[in-house]
């Protein structure tokens, strides 16, 4: 069973600047991507939100291997900040899974 | 097994914290690049090295040793490399094994960036040993405390110095200082400008054309985050050259893979080979404005392609014409 954590959710919503939830999950960003990964960024933008926290666990590394490049990011229709996204979630991880500040 | 993320990131944190750099560097490495320029000491324009090009060679060589690590059962030994670094710095040791060819190259391209400015008439000094790294690699990874924490010490010792503009060399440093500083240091005013755009802005006189051409690989940060496109256009064409435009340019360049080095550097492999082959379909000599990007890209190149930073070209157009007149 999937653990959805509201906690998860909650915590980057109230993140400032962070605007996963402006993503209506056209998948343009995810065919620009220079590293191919199916799930990045759109479907991890969508677990985030959802609070799928085991999954968004499970994308950790995909999460640190974003190369902060804004190609998505340049072409998303929704000018979602999606670097600065991705940063952010770095800092929870960080911060909840790995203990560094 | 890959690398293991905690531990590494922990390193470049701990670094950060304890001596002031993802990757200490001793003095001679970070200032060696200035000896004989006499650049005056401080003053309110500064060039801001931000000790990036002098870490290539460090970084280069680690990369590699990590790559060597990359799916091997020492992997599981990186937390204890953590707890020893606490004492004695690892990647410092990691960094002996840099190569002085390497090193030649970084400095002299620092050197091509002050020789060019002041051609251009622009007046600056140097802060020595009083100069930081900027702290891109513990932002980027997202460890806000300790890169605030560091990034408010830069800022306390820039203001003591009286400096009021940097001018700095290579797009991370560029960009940590015009849009990370702003958010972790209150009332941050110093004025930051890339020497690509000063030198843009002096405009620099035509030379004559020299039938050179170069293929521009622009730096992601410099393009998506800095609106660095059209300067270094302006100049390698006012050098003489002729720019040539690879698939994915300009704003929609292609990543040359550099910022997964240190945690992944099979995938970064990956990511610079795709980017070799689409500057190689344009032509065989590339100009690079990162010093990340010029590594990568040479790495995953070998010899088929001939990759320039854009101040060695600048620089020896220069020459070039000097000695024709
Ligand atoms: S391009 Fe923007 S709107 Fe489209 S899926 Fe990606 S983040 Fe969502
Ligand atoms: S910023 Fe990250 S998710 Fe977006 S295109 Fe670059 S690597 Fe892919």
Known sequence: MIKVSSNLAARVKDTEGFNAGACFHCGTCTALCPLGYEMLPRKLFRE?????????????????????????????????????????LRCLINRQEFGLK | M??????????????????????PLSKKTAMGWANGLNLPRGGKTVIYTGHVYQM??????????????ENSFLTRFFGIGRLMNKFVSLSFFMGLTASSEKMRHSNQVLRDIVGLLRDAGVEFGYLYEEELYAGALVYDDG????????????????????????????PHTTKMFRQAYPHFVKDFDIEVQSYLEVLAQAHPKAMKPVNGEVVVHDSCVYARYENVCDQPRELLRAAGLSVREPE??????????????????????????????????????????????????????????????????????????????
């Open chain 1, 48 to 88: 985030v939100m959802l609070g799928l926290e085991e999954k968004v666990r499970a994308r950790i590394p995909q999460i640190f291997s974003c190369l902060l490049c804004r190609m998505c990011e340049k072409n998303c229709p929704s000018e979602v900040h999606i670097a600065d996204n991705i940063r952010t």
């Open chain 2, 143 to 170: 460890m806000d405390e300790t890169f605030g924490h560091h990034a408010r010490r830069v800022a306390e010792r820039l203001k003591k110095l009286g400096v009021r503009r940097l001018l700095t060399v290579d």
């Open chain 2, 56 to 69: 290539i060679p460090a970084i280069d060589a680690m990369a590699s040793q990590m790559a060597l690590l």
């Open chain 2, 248 to 325: 994915l340019s300009g704003k929609s360049t292609h990543c040359c893979g550099g910022p997964l080095e240190s945690l992944f550097p099979a995938e970064a492999h990956r990511i610079s080979g795709i980017r070799v082959d689409q500057l190689e379909a344009k032509g065989k000599n590339v100009v690079t404005m990162c010093p990340f990007c010029w590594v990568n890209l040479n790495k995953a190149a070998g010899d088929r392609l001939v990759i320039n930073d854009i101040a060695t070209t600048l620089a020896s157009c220069r020459r070039q014409a000097s000695s024709c007149s």
């Open chain 2, 2 to 23: 890959p690398l293991p993320i905690a531990p590494i990131l922990g390193i470049f944190a701990d670094n950060l914290r304890k001596r002031d750099s993802v990757l």
